[in-house]
């Protein structure tokens, strides 16, 4: 197999899929808004997409080791497409929920397979690592792009928004599927097939016995803490801008482009050279800081120029630290067990996004500053957990 090769036409594919995959995020306070729906939803809504994520994470993750993972990606990107379909068409509370939770089913599998294939065929650790930067760098900057144009969509409207993200969406799980190879070679296959009682996603999760240490447990905490964090100043900064400062979708859509940029800098000139030449167990702290501190100094603003501003800061940092996270939880699999961490992986960022969306939505009314300060302390809560793990990591190191 020529890697290098190989690579182009599987991450184009990538980029495809985390532009569609953000092309509603701009226009949906525009949704709850002209349609006069709650305006808690916002969060609530994302909240119940990202619970049946985390519930169904684990499942695909288990599901990678028997089948190849560009056929997951295909399912799960028709079904996303059709949950979106859902959200788009709603004209109440409770389909606006449904259509999210239908496509939080499908959005882990997607999550997992790509993560999981990228593992898969790059045995290297090295190479691994830098895959894996390349794969959040793409996430990153291609969802703040995916951000822009759906915010150009929505000015023509809301409806035509949701039609070219199906669209897309479906597109987007052929792409997939033709890019990628059979990574069936390259991984263990479990002895026995898979049934009905372990595909239960509660069965996934109590299987985590079989390869969780105190070690990926610090690692899941501070994905799931700092998830908190991230969704709850995300969410809120995109309904805020619209409701406090009375911004069109477009505004969402421009700060979102300049994110792009940025967070394309911050990872070829910091999280590259992180992954490639520090030991990331330990140099991660420092990003976790750098990640804090915006959202820290946000309370103390109450302008447009400064949030947004922050909004940029912040998320040039975490575009470093995702990476970084994702790989500390790689290199403590094996090719027995791997697929299954990378979905467990999974459902910690989705645990994360649950409380970090529905508290927000929730918090809201009380005070549209108070999600921020939840997203200030989770991110605080997370850097302190990460002092624990290098903490302990240098007593694993110096025991060797």
Known sequence: MERKKSWIPFYLAVVLFY???????????????????????????????MAVNFLFSPFWGKLCG???????????CIGYAVGQGIFGAAQSEAMVIGGRAFAGIFTGGIFTAVSNYVINV????????????????????????????GGMLGLISVEFTFIVQVIALAACGFAYYTTCMDDTPFKHRPERPLTVREANPFSAFAAARTF??????????????AGIGQNSFEQCFNYYIKDQFGLSSAYNGI???????????????????????????????????????????????RTLVPFVAVDILFFAFNAVRMPMLQNMAAMRTTPENSNQVMGFYQ???????????????????TNPIYPFVLAAAALAAATAVSVWYVGRYKKEQAAK
Request: some cysteine.
């Open 19 to 49: 532009l569609a995959a953000n092309f509603a995020h701009p226009v949906t306070p525009t949704l709850i808004v002209e349609r006069n729906l709650d305006s808690s939803l916002f969060g609530v809504a994302l909240a119940a997409m």
């Open 66 to 76: 028997y089948i190849p993972t560009k056929r997951i990606m295909l399912i799960c």
């Open 122 to 149: 790059t045995p290297d650790v090295k190479e691994r690592g830098q895959n894996l930067t390349t794969l959040v760098t793409i996430q990153t900057v291609a969802s703040a792009v995916g951000y822009f144009i």
């Open 212 to 225: 969780m240490t105190p070690m990926l447990g610090l690692i899941f905490a501070i994905v799931a803490i």
């Open 255 to 301: 700060f979102k482009a300049a994110i792009a940029v940025v967070s394309l800098a911050a990872n070829a000139f910091i999280g590259m050279r992180l992954q490639k030449h520090t030991d990331v167990n330990r140099t991660h702290l420092p990003i976790m800081v750098c990640c804090t501190v915006p959202l820290c100094a946000i309370l103390l603003f």
């Open 347 to 365: 459902s910690m960022n989705s645990l994360g996004s649950i409380f970090g969306a529905l508290f927000a939505g929730l918090i809201y009314k």
